[in-house]
């Protein structure tokens, strides 16, 4: 009697995934931040009512992660040949939720940290619009190709095109895939599945050193002037690459998030507030 069977179908992420990792032996360091939000949820529902565009905590979280990159300029970079080669742009990619939540998939915003929460928002969701569509012509030639090599071969093949595109800086474009696709870090959404806090591996073929995940908005008991007093509270898991950051970088990139994420209308002006529009619950 057989005990296992395989899983069908077996496609997408799932099939790379299971050809990228090997035993442990990554780099990975990990870290909790824990996060007041009550100023970004407001922040939050004036932004719908005077833009119209639908930012969310992710965004805002996005835009901090790209703005303590480029404070500590030395965390944008790869590892290519035995050294830290750098970025031009800061570029962050959002992972999305495709196929009903089977697959995943995401888009890169490029140069995060010259755009507004507000910009991301409108930017993230044109885009993750085609994507669920199936619309998004890099994305969909890109998974026809890797779709179509053999399964034995797709962990070389994929550490293969890694080392074109990364160690020798090639454009495979011509071919179907596109060049850094992942960029400086990846953010990754998981309150909306319920989850409080979680972690993330770094993806070894994307060369990229950090991934956030955000968790679930949560009312808290916290301390307040010596007092115990219920905010809303956020949870993100960090994963960071340590060739790239220790604790003094990581502590300082923590600290400008958290006073972007604490006071974003103090990074990001927004018009003068009309009228509160969506309710707080919808933001996540």
């Known amino acids: 009697m057989r005990t296992f069977r395989p899983l069908e179908p077996f496609h997408g992420w799932r099939r790379m995934a299971v050809h990228t990792w090997s035993a442990p032996r990554d780099p990975s360091v990990y870290a909790l931040v824990e996060l007041p939000v009550a100023n970004a949820l407001a922040y939050i529902e004036r932004a719908r009512a005077t833009t119209g ?36 742009s800061i570029d962050i990619f959002m992972q999305v939720m495709t196929e009903g939540g089977t697959d995943l998939s995401g888009i890169k915003i490029a140069h995060a940290d010259e755009k507004s929460a507000v910009d991301v928002a409108r930017e993230a969701q044109q885009r993750i619009d ?20 053999p399964a034995r071969l797709l962990g070389r093949i994929l550490r293969a095109i890694a080392y074109l595109i990364y160690d020798l800086d090639l454009d495979l474009s011509r071919l179907g895939i596109v060049k850094d696709t992942f960029g400086s870090a990846m953010i990754t959404n998981v309150g909306m599945l319920g989850l409080e806090a979680a972690f993330a591996p770094l993806v070894p073929f994307s060369r990229t050193p950090l ?36 604790g003094f970088q990581g502590g300082k990139m923590a600290a400008l998030m958290r006073a972007y994420v604490q006071n974003p209308g103090a990074f990001d002006p927004l018009p003068a507030a009309a009228e509160i529009g969506e309710p707080v619950s919808s933001i996540q």
């Open 211 to 246: 991934v956030v995940l955000v968790g679930e908005v949560q009312d808290r008991v916290v301390a307040e002037d010596g007092q115990a007093v219920v905010r809303p509270m956020v949870t993100l898991g960090v994963t960071f690459d340590h060739r790239f950051m220790d």
């Open 53 to 88: 565009a639908r930012v969310t905590l992710s965004h805002l979280v996005l835009r901090g992660v790209a703005l303590g990159i480029r404070q500590n300029p030395q965390l944008n970079g790869i590892v290519a040949r035995g050294r830290i080669m750098l970025r031009d």
């Open 130 to 149: 085609r994507l669920r569509a199936r619309q998004d012509r890099d994305v969909e030639r890109t998974k026809s190709v890797l779709d179509r090599l």
